[in-house]
């Protein structure tokens, strides 16, 4: 499953990426690593950014990116 497509409030685990070097890189960066929980705070109308918590800090994700986080239910 797809990060993109989780609702508000849910809790999820990172568990990989479909992206490149680069994005990866980037979310290395913002603590977004395979293990790690996530919640999704805020989806944005319109096709905007989510917001999402990582052990307490929010991160603003472009959808686009977050099509690539796969994620699992927990």
């Known amino acids: 499953m797809r990060l993109i497509d989780c609702e508000v409030s849910q809790e ?11 994005s990866k890189e980037r ?3 913002l603590g977004i690593i395979p293990g790690v929980i996530l919640k999704i705070k805020r989806l944005a109308p319109f096709s905007g950014p989510l917001i999402v918590s990582i052990e ?8 686009g ?3 690539k986080i796969l ?4």
């Open 12 to 22: 999820v685990r990172v568990v990989g990426f479909d992206s490149g070097c680069r």
């Open 71 to 74: 994620v699992e239910k927990i």
């Open 56 to 63: 307490g800090s929010d991160v603003v994700l472009g959808r």
């Open 27 to 29: 979310l290395l960066q």
């Open 65 to 67: 990116i977050a099509k």
